[in-house]
């Protein structure tokens, strides 16, 4: 049986669905591409050489060879942990959980090809308060923000009364049947510093009201920036806490020079495309976060060419692979 080249992988989730447009243009424009799901690894058959850098892939009766054809790999997925099991692993789980984790951590031998994004640069990227100093060191608006587990930290002082707090980190937990899932809270600061504060870090950022929320979606040097309303217009607190029913998604310009920031602040990070969330408030624009594998597909609507932009870059990657 014929090995097919590959010349773009694709390595991702099972429910990852915007993924499935850029599938569908690669397949349409006769590229040679190779999904693999995170969630369905023991499905397919593969054998990786290191040192010759090729990985050969057996599903659904062809075969596949990533080697020397292969010019990019789109990496969707987070590089830290995030999805806590609802119950204790068994050592089978245990041992498969942590080999296919290495497994494609080890993708990376594929130095060759560009990377987008790179899983080390995602890495760094993810980490929240990494990314706020670089955004800080760029020139971005940041809100005072302190990462802490003291309940006796003067955050009146230092931060304010009233704070927006924020997990450290993506917090998604399971109970049982139950999926808990952490958003930003506004919260006066007396009221969650309580004997049990210092069991896990959190983050206390002083919120921004009024605010616009708005999203800004970077790859290589070109922006997509939406703003996000309400139907009565702007939103306090989190803007995932609402029905998508009643929240309306509209273009919006950028001043150049916040524009061209978010743009180097992704090429700062060592990254080619990243999420950027951004609030409009009293004349500033100010710094939220940046995600390296944030989501595009809510906000592609006809014409917006955003999923069409990340195939042609998979199928045409310009340039070498960017340093972190």
Known sequence: MANHPVEVLILTGILDIP???ICHLLRKNGVPFLRINRDALSDVALTVDPKAATMICRTGGNTWEVGSALKSV?????????????????TSEQLERSQWSAFMRGMMLFDEAVW????????????????LR???????????????????ADIPKLVGLRIALKSVDTVLLHDSSHQ????????DWSECADEHFHLAPATCQAPIEPKLDLRVTVLGDRIWCDEIRLDQGE????????????????????????????VQLTRDLGL????????????????????PTGEWGWLDREGRGISEAIANELSNPSGRQLDA
């Open 19 to 21: 993924t499935d447009r």
């Open 74 to 90: 789109w990496w969707r997925q987070a590089t830290f942990l995030r999805n806590t099991p609802s119950h204790a692993l068994s």
């Open 116 to 131: 987008m994004n790179d899983p080390a640069a995602t890495y760094k990227a993810e980490s929240k308060p990494y990314q």
């Open 134 to 152: 670089r955004a800080a060191k760029l020139g971005f608006s940041v809100p005072k923000t302190i990462v802490t587990n003291d309940p006796h």
């Open 180 to 187: 808990h899932f952490g958003y930003t809270t506004l919260i």
């Open 235 to 262: 939103i306090e607190g989190d803007w995932r806490l609402h029905s998508k029913d009643h929240l309306h998604f509209n273009p919006y310009d950028l001043p150049r020079e916040v524009a061209k920031r978010c």
């Open 272 to 291: 080619r495309y990243g999420a950027i969330d951004l609030a409009f408030s009293k004349e500033t624009y100010w710094f939220i976060e940046i995600n």
